[in-house]
C-alpha cells in the first residue's frame, strides 16, 4: 500500500521493487533516465539528489528523459477504489458492504473516483448534515429538516423537508419582495447586528478602562507617595555630601545646612535675575535648544545678569583658582523636560514641556516644590522676570504675566509672535522676543509692539544684551546679528561664521560666545566684542550646546550640550576647567546664583552644583 498524491492507494498486488525510486523508495512519481548512468528516478528525486546512490555517478540533471516504459507499468497496475475495500475486507466486514468494488487501472482510478457512487459527498443544505454516499444524495435531500426557503437570498430564514418547504412557500413572506428591498433588509439586518456587537464590546472595553483607570489612579499615588521618599533621601544624602566637601575642602560652614535649611542663599550675590536693575554693566544671555529637522522642536530661554566690569563688588564671585563644582542636590517635580529658568526675589522659577512653572524656595530648598503656576497648555520655552511681573512664553505664540507675589495671571499678548517663541530677554522696559526670522521689541508698561525687527535667516534662536553698550545681539543661521538698543533699533554689524545655526549665545566685555551643533571642535565660537573677528573655536562636548552662560565677573563660563554634560571653562586663558556630569538627558537651562549653578534637563530633573576651592 502506498500514499500517492496524498491518497491512500491500494494495489491488487503489490509492486515490483523495479518499479519504486532507489532514493525515495516509494513508486515512482514523473519517473525519468539519467542518460550518464542509465537509472531511473522520480523526476523530483533526480533533482534533490547530486549522485546516483546505485553506482555513485555524478547526477546531471540536463540530461535527463522521461521514462515512458516505466510510466505505462505503473498505469497498467490494478488498484481498489479508494472509497471501497478489498473482497476479503468486505467479507470480514471490516469496512462495511456499502462501499464499491471496483479494480481500476492505476491510470484510471481518478476519473472513476470522480463519479463513483460510494463517494462521501457534504450535504448541500448544511454541513450539519455530515457527508453521505453519492448514491444516497438524492433520498437524503428528500428528507433533509435543513433545506432552506427558495426565498432564502432575500432574508427568509425558514428551513424544513422538501415537502414542508413546498408548503411553506405558498404563504412566505418574502414571496412578493423584490430582490433590491431584500438586499436593503439584509443589509439592514446586518447593520442592526454590527450595532449590537458595537454595543457589546463598548459596555466590554467602558468596563474595562474604568477598571485601568481605578488601577491607574492607585499607581500613581503609590508612585507619588514613593517619589516623595526618594526626594526626602535624596536631599539627606546631598545634605551629608556637602558636609563631606565643606570639611574635605577646609571652607568653614557659616551655617549648618541640614534637611530644613539647606539655602542656596547663604553667601549669595545681589539677585541675579536679567531685569534687576541696581548694576548698570549688566549683560543678559539667552539661548534656546535644538530644531527637528522639519522646524523648531522644543525650544527654551533663560536670563541671567552678568557684570562686565572687574572691580570688587558685591555681585562679583571669589572663585579661585584651582576650583571644581559639586552636585549637591536634585529639584525633582517636573512630569517633562525642563527647558527654562530664572530666579527672582530669592526664588527658583522653572518650567518647560508640562507646561507648569515650578516654584522652589533657595531659602529652604529642602521643602521642596513650594507651588506650581499651571501658564500654558503648550511647552514654555522662555521665562524672565521685570519689576513684579514673572513672562513665560512658548509653543503657543502667546506672552503671559503672573504676579510673582501671589502668582496669579495678570495679563498676555495673545498671538506674539506667528510661530513658536524662541527667546526672550529684558532690558529696562523693553521685552524682546524672537522666532523664526523675525525679532519683536515690546512696550512692557503698554503691553505694546514697539519695532519689529526682520530679514533675518531662518529661526533666531537666541539673544543677548549689553546694557552699558546699548546693544542687542541675535544668532541665527550663519550669522550673529548686532542692533543698536534706540528707538529704531538699527543694525549695527552682521558677524557671519559657517557653523550653522546659532543655539545660544552669551557676551562679555572681551567676548562674543556663540555655541552650535556642528562637529565637536567647532560648537563653541570666540568672537572679539570689539573687532567681531574670531579668536578660537572650543571644543568639550559631543553634541549642540543649548545653553551658555558667564559668571558675573567674566573669568569664567559654563556650557550645556546635548550629550548630557556642562563644562567650565576659564575665559582669561581660555581652557576647560571641569566636566560636570550628573544628568540623564540632554541639559537645556543654566543659570548662575551666587556660588550656586542650577541647571535643568531632559531627564526632567534640575541640578543645583557648589562651588568648592581645590585643595592642592
Not at 46 to 54: E, I, M, Q, S, V
Not at 236 to 265: H, M, W, Y
Not at 579 to 593: A, E, F, K, Y
Request: hydrophobic fraction near 35%.
Amino acid at each position: 500500500m502506498d500514499i500517492v498524491d496524498n491518497v491512500q492507494t491500494r494495489f491488487v498486488q503489490e509492486p515490483s521493487l523495479h518499479l519504486k525510486c532507489p532514493v525515495c523508495q516509494q513508486l515512482y512519481t514523473e519517473p525519468v533516465i539519467n542518460i550518464k548512468c542509465g537509472h531511473t528516478f522520480c523526476h523530483s528525486c533526480a533533482f534533490n539528489a547530486t549522485h546516483c546512490p546505485l553506482d555513485g555517478a555524478h547526477c546531471d540533471t540536463s540530461q535527463l528523459v522521461v521514462n515512458r516504459l516505466v510510466v505505462g507499468q505503473i498505469e497498467d497496475l490494478q488498484v481498489y477504489c479508494r472509497h471501497g475495500g478489498t473482497p476479503s475486507e468486505a467479507e470480514n466486514g471490516q469496512n462495511g458492504i456499502d462501499c464499491c468494488e471496483e479494480i481500476l487501472s492505476y491510470g484510471k482510478r481518478e476519473e472513476h473516483e470522480k463519479s463513483c457512487p460510494y463517494a462521501l459527498v457534504p450535504c448541500p443544505n448544511s454541513e450539519l448534515c455530515g457527508d453521505i454516499r453519492r448514491k444516497d444524495l438524492e433520498e437524503h435531500l428528500l428528507n433533509c429538516v435543513r433545506t432552506p426557503c427558495e426565498h432564502h437570498s432575500k432574508g427568509c430564514t425558514f428551513c424544513g423537508s422538501r415537502s414542508a418547504v413546498e408548503d411553506h412557500v405558498k404563504s412566505c413572506d418574502f414571496r412578493d419582495v423584490s430582490m433590491h428591498d431584500a438586499q436593503l433588509l439584509q443589509r439592514l439586518l446586518g447593520q442592526e447586528a454590527a450595532v449590537k456587537q458595537l454595543r457589546t464590546d463598548n459596555g466590554r472595553l467602558t468596563s474595562q478602562v474604568a477598571e485601568l483607570q481605578k488601577v491607574n489612579k492607585e499607581m500613581t499615588s503609590h508612585v507619588d507617595k514613593q517619589n516623595s521618599v526618594i526626594q526626602g533621601l535624596q536631599l539627606q544624602l546631598d545634605e551629608l555630601t556637602a558636609r563631606v566637601n565643606q570639611f574635605s575642602s577646609g571652607v568653614q560652614i557659616k551655617r549648618p545646612i541640614s534637611g530644613s535649611q539647606l539655602s542656596l542663599l547663604e553667601g549669595e550675590t545681589d539677585n541675579m535675575d536679567s531685569h534687576n536693575n541696581n548694576h548698570k554693566n549688566n549683560f543678559f544671555l539667552s539661548c534656546v535648544p535644538v530644531s527637528s529637522s522639519s522646524g523648531v522642536t522644543g525650544l527654551k530661554s533663560t536670563s541671567v545678569s552678568s557684570s562686565r566690569t572687574t572691580s570688587p563688588r558685591r555681585n562679583m564671585e571669589k572663585w579661585e583658582m584651582p576650583l571644581h563644582f559639586k552636585c549637591i542636590g536634585t529639584l525633582r517635580g517636573h512630569k517633562d523636560i525642563v527647558w527654562c529658568m530664572t530666579t527672582r526675589k530669592g526664588r527658583l522659577y522653572s518650567a518647560g514641556a508640562d507646561g507648569v512653572v515650578k516654584i522652589w524656595s533657595l531659602e529652604q530648598l529642602a521643602t521642596g516644590c513650594i507651588s506650581n503656576i499651571q501658564a500654558h497648555k503648550n511647552v514654555i520655552h522662555c521665562i524672565s522676570s521685570w519689576g513684579n511681573s514673572l513672562i513665560t512664553a512658548g509653543a503657543d505664540m502667546m506672552i503671559s504675566f503672573w504676579d510673582l507675589d501671589t502668582n496669579e495671571y495678570k495679563s498676555s499678548i495673545q498671538a506674539a509672535h506667528e510661530k513658536i517663541i524662541c527667546s526672550m530677554v529684558v532690558h529696562e522696559d523693553l521685552l524682546i522676543t524672537s522666532s523664526f526670522s523675525v525679532i519683536k521689541v515690546w512696550d512692557l508698561k503698554t503691553l505694546t509692539l514697539k519695532s519689529t525687527l526682520t530679514g533675518l535667516s531662518h529661526w533666531v534662536r537666541a539673544l543677548a544684551v549689553n546694557k552699558s553698550k546699548g546693544k542687542l545681539y541675535s544668532g541665527s543661521h550663519n550669522a550673529v546679528h548686532v542692533w543698536e538698543m534706540k528707538d529704531n533699533f538699527d543694525r549695527l554689524a552682521t558677524i557671519d561664521h559657517e557653523c550653522g545655526s546659532v543655539y545660544s549665545l552669551a557676551v562679555t566685555q572681551t567676548y562674543i560666545i556663540t555655541g552650535h551643533s556642528e562637529a565637536f571642535d567647532k560648537n563653541i565660537l570666540l568672537f572679539n566684542a570689539e573687532t567681531h573677528e574670531v579668536v578660537t573655536s572650543l571644543y568639550g562636548h559631543f553634541g549642540t550646546i543649548t545653553s551658555l552662560v558667564t559668571s558675573p565677573s567674566g573669568r569664567f563660563f559654563f556650557s550645556a550640550s546635548q550629550d548630557s554634560t556642562i563644562q567650565l571653562w576659564s575665559l582669561e586663558n581660555l581652557l576647560p576647567i571641569q566636566r560636570l556630569s550628573r544628568h540623564q538627558g540632554s541639559v537645556n537651562t543654566l543659570t548662575i546664583h551666587g556660588d550656586f549653578l542650577l541647571s535643568g534637563s531632559e531627564d526632567h530633573d534640575v541640578k543645583v552644583f557648589r562651588y568648592f576651592p581645590k585643595i592642592q
